[in-house]
């Protein structure tokens, strides 16, 4: 269940006691006893009743027994509040959509590629399913606006349950597996409806398939969009999952779920302990500048190299990933494609103090120029997987290539527009794969378009057949470019990286990390961390070689 906002403000009879619960608690918990009668289930745990919230040592004490108490209950029963008028419309068509599944199951399917999701036109939807006015719609909308789905602790809730868990929604009743896959159908092969809700069902399903332990940085990756009411809970709800807290009395001391603790130095002392443990930088590619920024006085206080979890990433990933087991088994997320310092391992001095992250590594070049960082205008509700919504983005890339040829006056035109087509896609096609075999016809086409006047900028519908130029394989391929800029280097490099990075800059090539790292001098030989970058030419260690590395490598103290 969602607790709410307004607090623990209702009373029920516990016994001869009074108990103070959240309204919806209370709703939930009337609802549960209908559902007690017609389950002959006598007895359910509730966190908000079972644990004194108030008692911090209590909420630490219990968290390490999460896991646990949800893997050995019978089954998990989930409140999503009371209805109003319009579940019984809603779960009809969710139990519509899951027989479609299951015919179309039994049959050899093309599903739409999740980066292509932006441009698939709501009119695709399966002639079996109600047309899009139909009210239908509208209630299966407002069931996946309820709270509880972008919970972070439903998460390991539903994940670890024993049988398929119990959904009660007002007086109705549906299967959560019969749900999940609904919504998943509904995701992958049909349309864009409410695809940005539907992605917390797709989020819960990667880790629910499968009984298998995570890393922890690759749980706090994909669930970065999940919320929670306390901050700490971003990283406390995850660890029933991740592999190095699967023994509630073997927890690493950095990992102690201790509510006393400052949010700062909980989020200091996981960022720490994943780049010992697992001996690679991957887990900074979580920083990026957050719709809130670093600007306010509330984060003022946290380290540049510090990921705020808490707050919302409105930047791509520059990387692709596999998940692959660890040599424990665990999964983990593995960069694809790039590998900026080769087979360097990552090299992480422990006696610093705590605010102080000391890496090696090796300086690159310096930013020379920075080109106007790419916005998506006005719309602050911008999908990232279809640069189709961005209009004003799309507006800024010719402009951009005219500065590139400009101020890169060495490189030809044709070596320039390779160079810039795969700097400003990150090196990915629109499947994120890798984009240096694409034909640059695409990009040519592209550019032929946006110049030709017409009213019309870009097809609205790929035709997805490599050979032929298609502008739209171009810019669907582009979201790592927004709200991060161009830049150039003192050797003449072009790159893609952070939008608040500055002339003046320097670039690295920190060991351990896949990316290249875009840093800036502080004071007392210290560096802030900007952020990851892409710069074509330097991604796969071609900035070392033995001589550099046993000469130029310097330990940079990150603050």
């Avoid at 399966?126 to 509880?148: G, I, K, N, Y």
């Avoid at 799309?394 to 400009?406: D, F, V």
């Avoid at 870009?458 to 709200?483: C, E, I, M, S, W």
Wanted: charged share 20%; hydrophobic share 35%.
């Amino acid at each position: 269940y969602c607790w709410g906002t307004s607090g623990q403000s209702k009373s029920v009879w516990c016994g001869n006691l009074k108990l103070n619960v959240t309204p919806n608690l209370k709703n939930g918990l009337r609802r549960l006893y209908k559902y007690s009668s017609s389950s002959r289930t006598e007895w359910f745990w509730i966190d908000q009743i079972c644990i004194n919230q108030e008692d911090k040592s209590e909420r630490t004490q219990q968290v390490r027994l999460m896991r646990a108490i949800y893997q050995q209950a019978k089954n998990t029963v989930i409140w999503l509040g009371t209805a109003d008028g319009t579940a019984e419309k809603a779960l009809q068509l969710v139990s519509n959509i899951y027989r479609i599944s299951l015919l179309d199951s039994a049959k050899p399917a093309t599903p739409n590629n999740d980066s292509f999701a932006g441009n698939v036109s709501f009119s695709t939807v399966d002639s079996r399913l109600p047309p899009p006015d139909d009210e239908r719609w509208v209630a299966l909308a407002q069931l996946l606006a309820r709270p509880w789905f972008e919970r972070c602790w439903i998460i390991q809730e539903v994940v670890v349950s024993k049988d398929d868990p119990v959904m009660l929604y007002g007086d109705h009743e549906h299967l959560w597996l019969h749900f999940q896959k609904a919504i998943l159908y509904l995701l992958e092969y049909q349309t864009n409806y409410q695809i940005d809700r539907m992605k917390f069902i797709h989020g819960i399903s990667n880790l629910s398939f499968t009984q298998d332990l995570w890393e922890l940085p690759a749980l706090l990756h994909f669930t970065r969009p999940f919320q929670a009411t306390d901050s700490k809970d971003k990283v406390f709800a995850l660890l029933g999952l991740a592999g190095e807290t699967v023994s509630p009395d073997e927890w690493p001391m950095e990992l102690a779920p201790d509510y006393g603790r400052s949010l700062r130095d909980v989020y200091m002392d996981v960022t720490k302990y994943s780049i010992k443990r697992f001996q690679d930088l991957t887990i900074l590619s979580q920083i990026s500048e957050n719709a809130d920024g670093h600007s306010s006085e509330e984060y003022r206080i946290f380290p540049s190299w510090v990921p705020l979890w808490n707050l919302p990433q409105r930047v791509k990933a520059l990387s692709a990933y596999n998940v692959i087991p660890n040599s424990k088994g665990w999964k983990k997320l593995v960069e694809k494609f790039n590998q900026a310092s080769q087979e360097l391992p990552v090299s992480i001095h422990s006696y610093t103090p705590s605010h102080i992250l000391r890496l090696e590594g090796l300086r690159v070049s310096n930013v020379q120029l920075c080109l106007p960082a790419v916005s998506a205008g006005q719309s602050q509700s911008a999908k990232l997987s279809s640069s189709h919504s961005h209009p004003n983005a799309l507006k800024q890339i010719p402009e951009l290539y005219e500065l590139c040829l400009k101020n890169l006056r060495h490189s030809n035109s044709q070596t320039l527009a390779r160079t810039f087509f795969l700097v400003t896609t990150a090196g990915l096609t629109p499947e994120n794969e890798d984009a240096h075999e694409e034909p640059l016809t695409h990009f040519n086409a592209f550019l032929q378009r946006m110049r030709s006047n017409t009213s019309e900028t870009v097809d609205v519908q790929p035709h997805f057949r490599q050979n032929k130029p298609d502008p739209t394989r171009y810019t669907l391929a582009l979201a790592p470019l927004l709200h991060r800029r161009l830049f150039i280097t003192s050797s003449g490099h072009l790159g893609l990286g952070p939008a608040n990075m500055m002339s003046g800059d320097t670039i690295v090539v920190l060991f351990g990390g896949r990316m290249l790292y875009v840093l800036r001098s502080f004071q007392d030989d210290q560096w802030k961390f900007i952020g990851e970058c892409y710069v074509e030419g330097l991604m796969h260690g071609e900035a070392l070689d033995d001589d550099k590395v046993k000469k130029e490598t310097e330990q940079f103290d990150l603050v």
